[in-house]
């Protein structure tokens, strides 16, 4: 993840500046929630002589939190490439290359599953806040099964359609 974020830097290559700030914060909120659930691992393991509870809150709070920029992010995205696979300049002027469009539909489409695959993993998320936090702690064992399933099918399809196996596969 370090490497990525590293990489990545402040996403002077991305075009839009709510994007490009949202994607910087998701990075930070997921490498401040790495050493969060780590210490937290160590204190439940009797590594480390601090309380567990705290860590384990802290590190779903920034879970959250990334995933909550992610969703927003990947809606941008969604609204931007949508809006110009079907805006006016592009009907009026000049059409789309077919590659150019079916790469934009592919990647409006693979946003979407990373939506749907960040909600379903922020429902869990909130689920694992302390009680009084929204719906923390109110879902019964197989929601949180069947939305961490969900979550897993959709990150899976999503490589197998990146692998280019699934092209000839569609939603």
Known sequence: M???TKQYGLGAEEED??????????NLADQL??????IAWAADAKIL????ARWWTLSTVFWGLSLLLGIARSLRMVLTLRWKLRGPAVAFTSRLPRSKRR????QVQ????????????????VHWLPPGVLWAGRFPPWLVGLL???????SMYQAVLASGQGEATTL
């Open 110 to 125: 693979s946003e979407v599953l990373t939506l749907l695959s960040n909600a379903a993993d922020l429902a869990n998320a």
């Open 49 to 52: 002589r601090v309380d567990s």
């Open 33 to 38: 929630y790495y050493p969060c659930e780590h």
């Open 17 to 26: 500046v709510f994007v490009r700030c949202v994607s910087v914060l998701g």
């Open 2 to 4: 370090f490497i990525y």
């Open 148 to 154: 961490g399933t969900i979550s897993s099918l959709l």
């Open 103 to 106: 790469a934009m539909e592919a």
